[in-house]
Structures are given as C-alpha cells and as structure tokens.
C-alpha cells in the first residue's frame, strides 16, 4: 500500500487584481465592455475623465467603482446600482399597486427645468454625477407623474451618463467569450458560451487529461481546457502547415506559469507522421523530417492547398483582428481609450508572458502519446474541411476517446458524421444544435429577455473505437 502524502494542492486562482493581470472592465452594467492589463500607466477615458486603473489593484474581483474627483473611487455597499426594472416591493414581497400611468405625459423636451448650463456650473462646482442625477430629478416637472417603473428607468438613464459605474470582473471563458460574442463574433467562430460549455462537456474535459484541440477561434478553447484542467495534464494545441494558429487570447485568461506551462504546440504533420511510422499513413503532405508521404487516392494536392489557403486567410485575420477590443454602446456618452492588453510597463509582471504558453513538446511526450494516445479531441476549425481533418485526428486518440466538433454550419458535420457511421470509427454519434434563452426573473415581470442570440453552432460528438477490431472479427 502507497503510504506516500499526496501532491500539495494546486494554488486557487486569485481573487483579488494584482499589478500586471488581466481584467475585464463592465461599464454601465454591460453597455461597454473592455480589456485591460494592470500597469503603471494604465489609463481608462470614462467621458471627459481620464481616470488611472491603479486604484484596481489589489481590489477583489467584483468591486465596483465610480468616477469621482480624483479618478475611480470604490463604492460603498449603498452605492450600488440596482438592475433594469428592480423596483422596491412591498414588505410582504407582493408588488404595490399602481394608480399612475403615462397617457398624459407629452414628450416636448419642456419638463426639465434644468438646462445644460447649470449642469456645466455645477460639474465646474465640484458636484458629483449622484448630486446631478438628484437636481435633474428634483427640476423634473413630470418625474412625480410617471409610473414607478418610468422613475427607474428615467434615473437609471441619467445615472449611466452622468455617474457611471465600473465593475472590475475577472477574465474567464465566459465572460471572455461572451465579450468576443458581442463585438468581433466571427474571431471566436460565432461561438456562443453554451456551446463552449458544451464541448469541454462532451469532450470529457477534466483533470489529469492529455487533449488534443485544434483551435482555430483565436486560442479560446486552448484558454478554456487549460483552465478546467487547473494545472494538471497537457492541452496540446495542433495546427496544420509550418505556421502556429494564433492563441492569443489565452493571455487574458490569467493563467498560472504551471497552468501556461501545460500548453504546448506541435504540428499536425509531426503527430501523423509519428502515428504513419507504425502503420498507417497519413492524407497530410510532409513530416517533421521533411519527408513527403504520398497518400493513395492522391488528395495530398488538394490538402496541402486547402492548408496553404487557410493559413493565408488566417494571417490576414489575425492582422485585420486585433486580440485587444471593446465593446460599447455609440449612444452612451462613455469613452474607453488605450485598452492595449500590452499597455507600457505590464510585460514584466505579467504571467502569460512568464508563463510562455504555446512551447514545443518534450520527446519523451511526444513518444508517450503515440503510444498511448490522447484522452479527448476538441475541434474548433470553421474555415477547414472538417472531414479529412477528423480522418487524420481520429487516429491519434486513444480507444474509447470521447471527441467533440464545432462549427457554425450543419451540413460540413452532416458529411463527417455520415462517413464515420460508414467507415465504422466511432460509436455515439450525435449532432447537436445549442438552444439558449436568457430570462429576467422579477416579482410579477418574468418573461424572456427582449432581444437574444437564437444561433449557436451545431456540434458532433462521439467516441473513438478501433475499426481495425471491427475488420479482424
């Protein structure tokens, strides 16, 4: 019996924001969204205030703030904004009756008694965007005439443009993908979180595991399995030609240098051609020694042409999409300027940098997955034909190996599926398509929310067996 103490525990994510991390900035209760790493000169433009992202640091993940006088200020328990809608119930949680409307009120811009000359005299005076927000109501002559929910919306609105609020969030698959979702969604392949969720599930993603992704959507899904695995096991990133996949989304993941240490890369041709050397060869063009393996049925040209052009429509992706982006709202007057993840003097104590993601394989690595196999495969590649890509992957699992396939259209993993029923390599095929609706729950006002996302992708799972089993018997 192993008498030996188990491994120490892995050191927890941490939950405050330190100098040289990564954080996602919420404005507005979501109206601007915006990625940010903790410097020195650091800076975020909210108006016409230009406020430092010092007073972040060394905060926990879920403060919020507001501009105040000498930048952002961390608010107190009682400053905090209420949602859309939310309402003061009566004690016994029934919502009080309501004897007001709005058919009365007349939309002539002659209600407010304030005009925008005493709103800049009292900004030059020192007050503060709550102070604004209570004068604009208190001048209102049709405010006290409107239904409560109309008076919560009304301060709500001047609140956003005249206080805004900054909630410091923590960079995670999900927010990250969500973020991308809402302003660049063709670089994480019109991704949806619940499909993410739903291949790291399908795909067995857990502790200890060796997976094999092909990460075409920027290195999300390589951020999102190195986070699940939380320092255990390899992700090993695969990509097809001489020229990496870009990954640089994985430095807004915050990973650890032992989490950032478990990515690794290796081409495609470098794992067929060591699976070849023992019995079958592999569709790709070239190997690692620069030999070329000539396929039977003669599609290496058509391959390595598809590669060729995929690689050439990804360079131009990656220099036409930069990893740094926000996401706002035009009609809001909330400016957010200089959110470079790779602000001035962040290099240094950032942990993606120490970390260096994205490293070759060791050999002896190398030589234990080819015996072995993976554990799982993840593939995120739109712009590839999935079907020789699967022939080539499926091969490097081990047997019984759960696999999981993204895209955004049916019909390619309609074909894939079709010829792995055919060719008898796996079992439990299964296509499916992401259904998400997102609720607003509130006394007497739950309903689904106004506007939504109604396409996620589709995804093809199933699990890998041996087919020269199947021939043998």
């Not at 794992?271 to 790709?284: E, F, I, K, R, Y």
Request: aromatic share 6%; hydrophobic share 35%; charged share 20%.
């Amino acid at each position: 019996m192993d008498t030996s103490p188990p491994p120490p525990p892995q050191a927890a994510i941490s939950r405050e924001a330190w100098e040289g991390c990564s954080v996602l900035l919420d404005i507005n209760d979501g109206d601007r969204l915006a990625f940010f790493r903790l410097s020195p000169a650091a800076t975020v433009k909210i108006g016409n205030k230009t406020c430092s992202l010092q007073p972040l640091v060394g905060r926990p993940f879920g403060s919020l703030f507001r501009v105040g006088a000498d930048g952002l200020v961390p608010c107190a328990a009682t400053d905090a904004p209420s949602r859309d809608d939310s309402v003061q119930d009566g004690a016994d949680g029934q919502v009080q009756d309501e004897t007001r409307d709005n058919r009365s009120l007349v939309d002539n811009n002659t209600a407010q008694n304030l005009s925008s000359d005493d709103i800049e005299a009292m900004k030059r005076d020192g007050a503060t965007g709550d102070e604004i927000v209570e004068a604009l109501i208190a001048n209102s002559s049709t405010f006290g005439k409107k239904t409560v929910f109309s008076q919560e919306k009304y301060k709500l609105k001047k609140q956003k443009k005249y206080a805004p609020k900054v909630l410091l969030r923590r960079p995670s698959a999900r927010s990250i993908c969500e973020t991308y979702l809402k302003k660049s969604p063709a670089r994480i392949g019109f991704m949806r979180v619940d499909t993410l969720s739903l291949l790291l599930s399908m795909a067995n993603i857990g502790a200890y595991s060796d997976v094999l992704v092909v990460d075409m959507v920027g290195g999300l899904i390589v951020g999102a399995v190195a986070e699940r695995l939380g320092g255990t096991g390899y992700v090993c990133s695969t990509y097809l030609g001489s020229v990496p996949s870009s990954i640089d989304i994985i430095r807004m993941y915050n990973l650890s240098s032992d989490m950032g240490s478990r990515i690794v890369q290796v081409p495609l041709s470098d794992l067929c051609s060591m699976q070849s050397s023992g019995n079958s060869p592999s569709v790709l063009n070239g190997s690692s020694e620069g030999q070329v393996v000539k396929p039977e049925d003669g599609q290496a040209s058509l391959a390595q042409a598809v590669d060729t052009a995929v690689l050439d429509e990804k360079a131009q992706l990656s220099t036409e999409q930069p990893t740094d982006m926000e996401v706002l709202n035009p009609s809001l007057d909330v400016q957010v300027e200089n959110s470079s993840l790779d602000c001035k003097g962040g290099d240094d104590d950032s942990i993606a940098s120490k970390s260096k993601p994205g490293k070759a394989p060791s050999p002896e690595k190398m030589k234990y997955w080819n015996e072995h196999g993976f554990s799982s495969l993840i593939v995120a590649a739109p712009a590839h034909e999935v079907e020789s890509l699967v022939a080539d992957l499926l091969p490097l699992l081990s047997s019984s190996a759960p696999f999981a396939i993204y895209h955004q259209y049916l019909e390619p993993l309609a074909k894939c599926m079709h010829t792995l029923q055919v060719s008898k390599r796996a079992i439990g095929l299964q296509l499916s398509e992401p259904w998400l609706r997102e609720y607003q729950v509130l006394p007497s006002r739950t309903h689904p929310h106004m506007q939504m996302n109604a396409f996620g992708g589709y995804i093809l799972s199933g699990i890998r067996i041996q087919s020269e089993q199947l021939t043998h018997k």
